[in-house]
C-alpha cells in the first residue's frame, strides 16, 4: 500500500504528531508512506507553515524516516498551491516529491467551508472551467510530479450540467505531456461529494490515458491514515490496474499492485 499526500500540525489546521501518523500507517500495512504538508506561501498564511517551518518540518520527517526505516519506507514532498508565481524558496527544496493542487481561483478558496456562500453567486460549469483551466496550466509549468485531489473542485457537491469528461480533457492531456502522477485521493469520501478524487468517470479516461497512478488518504489526523485505501486499491484493480508509483529524489517507481 502506497499513501503519498499526508500533512503535519504545522499547517495549523491537522492534529497528531508525525510519528503517531507514522504509527498508524504501520499498523494499516502501509509500506510506502509520505508526508506532503501544505508549502508556505505569501497568501493562506493561517492554512500553511511559515517559510520560517521548512527546515523544521523536512528534519522532523528524515529524522522519522531514519527510526522507523526497519518497518516502513517514509517520504518526504510537499503539497503546492499552483498560481501564476510559485515561490522558488519550496521549489528548490531537496525532497522526493512535489504535489501540485488547485485550492484557489483568483483569491476565492473555493473548497473553504468559510466562502462556500460565493458557489450562489457561480455558475457551477463557469467555475469548473476556471479549476481546470488551472489545472491544465499546472500540469503545462513542469514543476511537479503529483496531481493532488484533480477534481476538487466537486468537494461540496456541485456538479456541472457539462459533461466532466469534456471540460476536463484539455487538462488530462497536459498531465500526460508532462508525465505526472496522478492521485486517487481518498479524503473525497469524507467531505459532502461522498467520492474519491477522480470520479469514476474521470478515472476512467485518466487510465484510458494511460497516466501513472499513486494513492493518498489526504489524512490530516492520525485516525484519516490510510482511509479507505484497502477498498480504493481493489477497485482500481477491478478496473484493470496492476500497478501504482511513488517518488523518490523526484524518480518514479514503479510497484505491482
Do not use: Q
Given at each position: 500500500m502506497i499513501d503519498l499526500h499526508n500533512h503535519t500540525p504545522l499547517c495549523n489546521h491537522a492534529s497528531g504528531s508525525p510519528e503517531k501518523f507514522i504509527q498508524k500507517a504501520?499498523?494499516?500495512?502501509?509500506?510506502?508512506?509520505?508526508?506532503?504538508?501544505?508549502?508556505?506561501?505569501?497568501?493562506?498564511?493561517?492554512?500553511?507553515m511559515g517559510f520560517e517551518d521548512m527546515d523544521k518540518y523536512e528534519k522532523e520527517i528524515k529524522t522519522l524516516k531514519e527510526k522507523f526505516k526497519d518497518k516502513i519506507e517514509i517520504l518526504l514532498g510537499y503539497e503546492v498551491d499552483y498560481t501564476p508565481v510559485v515561490d522558488k524558496r519550496v521549489l528548490e527544496r531537496n525532497v522526493d516529491y512535489?504535489?501540485?493542487?488547485?485550492?484557489?481561483?483568483?483569491?476565492?478558496?473555493?473548497?473553504?467551508?468559510?466562502?462556500?456562500?460565493?458557489?450562489?453567486?457561480?455558475?457551477?460549469?463557469?467555475?469548473?472551467?476556471?479549476?481546470?483551466?488551472?489545472?491544465?496550466?499546472?500540469?503545462?509549468?513542469?514543476?511537479?510530479?503529483?496531481?493532488?485531489?484533480?477534481?476538487?473542485?466537486?468537494?461540496?457537491?456541485?456538479?456541472?450540467?457539462?459533461?466532466?469528461?469534456?471540460?476536463?480533457?484539455?487538462?488530462?492531456?497536459?498531465i500526460k505531456k508532462a508525465n505526472m502522477a496522478v492521485e486517487i485521493n481518498t479524503s473525497g469520501l469524507r467531505k459532502p461529494v461522498k467520492e474519491h478524487y477522480p470520479s469514476d468517470e474521470l478515472l476512467e479516461m485518466i487510465l484510458n490515458e494511460g497516466i501513472d497512478i499513486t494513492f493518498s488518504s489526504d489524512a490530516h489526523s492520525p485516525e484519516q491514515v490510510g482511509y479507505k485505501l484497502n477498498e480504493t486499491i481493489n477497485k482500481l484493480k477491478d478496473m484493470g490496474l496492476n500497478e501504482a508509483v511513488y517518488f523518490k529524489n523526484k524518480e518514479k517507481f514503479k510497484v505491482k499492485l
Open positions: 504501520i499498523e494499516k500495512g502501509i509500506k510506502i508512506y509520505g508526508f506532503a504538508d501544505h508549502a508556505p506561501m505569501e497568501f493562506d498564511y493561517e492554512y500553511r512535489l504535489i501540485g493542487s488547485v485550492h484557489f481561483l483568483d483569491n476565492w478558496g473555493f473548497d473553504n467551508p468559510e466562502f462556500i456562500k460565493e458557489w450562489n453567486r457561480r455558475h457551477v460549469d463557469d467555475v469548473y472551467k476556471e479549476y481546470f483551466s488551472k489545472i491544465e496550466e499546472m500540469a503545462n509549468s513542469n514543476l511537479f510530479n503529483i496531481v493532488g485531489h484533480i477534481d476538487l473542485v466537486k468537494v461540496f457537491g456541485h456538479k456541472p450540467k457539462t459533461d466532466i469528461k469534456d471540460l476536463a480533457k484539455n487538462a488530462v492531456k497536459a
